[in-house]
């Protein structure tokens, strides 16, 4: 199913517009609390260079740690202020016509439609699989998440490289991807011409405040990508983020990370499926599930303090669907469900 230039509703809400101050948040999918110890060390010892423009080298180190990180090359790494500013900079590319796969995180087609970019959302029905998708030929720009938000939906590489067509670029939201054990399907360390792939930080290092990520891509299309992109884009602050989350360290801590929340993700989708929920089979730190009722649901929950993500604005979702973080509290969540909490 194919819906051109929609007008979702509230296309700029995001989960964050959930939560009041004390609630129990389910609704935003940053992984913890506060950033580790040893990161924000790492970032506070930079706060007395704040005076100072972000260096060349400090940029350079951003980008060799990414593209350690990914076996890429140096040119082939772009530092953005958050994966949000690689879909601002997607109308950059001049696409004539661009296909977004949905459900989908929903800024690349508030940025393409805004620049005027005829958008066509391809519409993914349940389970919300990519061979389903009938992305029209003439879609000179596509942009897929995996694993995608919000189904949680994670697809294969060769799914995703069946979309490459000549004259078309490709754009791959990994911004869950290293929630993944082992990123089996990730397209970070493809070289490929013809593919752009935007990745996030803020997730699993708990940055959302700081606003960092990186692309990575053929220096061509990053040098189309940022053409008219203002000077100093992305901050000491930000710089020193991307090289130390991208260090070998990290990335083992980062794995580590998603080992576990693979098992607390499995045992939490058990419980909602125990009061109800019909779970979406995916892999990315949060559970899409559906319900009769839920519209009235995440409104009982709200009053009971607790914040779940409303589905229905996104594009080929509606009422019926609600979207939790994995969190070590589900079973709060799966008790208030039941109407058992607090």
Not at 214 to 221: I, Q, R, T
Not at 239 to 266: D, F, H, Y
Not at 300 to 309: F, H, M, N, Q
Request: hydrophobic residues 45%; charged residues 25%; glycine residues 6%.
């Amino acid at each position: 199913m194919a819906t051109l230039n929609p007008s979702p509703p509230a296309a700029r809400y995001h989960g964050d517009q959930a939560v009041a101050p004390g609630m129990l948040d389910f609704a935003v999918n940053v992984r913890h609390a506060q950033p580790p110890e040893w990161l924000t060390r790492r970032l506070a010892e930079r706060l007395s260079d704040l005076a100072s423009y972000p260096s060349t080298g400090d940029v350079h180190r951003a980008q060799d740690a990414a593209a350690a990180r990914h076996g890429r090359t140096r040119d082939e790494v772009l530092p953005l202020a958050g994966a949000a500013e690689g879909f601002a900079l997607l109308p950059h590319l001049r696409p004539a016509k661009a296909a977004i796969v949905a459900p989908s995180f929903t800024e690349p087609a508030v940025a393409l439609g805004s620049a005027g970019v005829p958008v066509e959302h391809v519409v993914l029905e349940p389970p919300f699989r990519l061979e389903d998708a009938r992305v029209p030929d003439d879609a000179d720009l596509v942009v897929v998440g995996n694993p995608t938000n919000p189904t949680s939906v994670l697809h294969s590489r060769e799914q995703l490289l069946a979309l490459r067509r000549p004259g078309r670029i490709v754009v791959v939201d990994e911004a869950f991807a290293d929630a993944v054990p082992g990123e089996p399907e990730s397209l970070a360390g493809d070289p490929l011409p013809d593919v752009l792939v935007l990745r996030s930080l803020t997730k699993s290092w708990a940055l959302a405040g700081l606003r960092v990520g990186y692309a990575l891509g053929a220096p061509e299309l990053l040098a189309r990508l940022t053409a008219r992109r203002a000077h100093w884009p992305v901050g000491t602050l930000q710089l020193t983020a991307i090289a130390a989350c991208c260090e070998p360290r990290a990335v083992a801590e980062a794995a580590s990370g998603a080992m576990r929340l693979t098992q607390l993700r499995a045992e939490m989708a058990a419980g909602l499926q125990s009061v109800g929920a019909d779970v979406v089979d995916g892999r990315a730190p949060f559970v899409l599930f559906r319900r009769p009722d839920a519209d009235s649901l995440r409104n009982r929950l709200e009053r009971k303090g607790i914040a779940v993500r409303r589905c229905d604005t996104f594009v080929g979702l509606d009422e019926r669907y609600l979207r939790a973080a994995v969190r070590p509290e589900w079973p709060l969540l799966v008790d208030a469900i039941a109407g058992v909490w607090p």
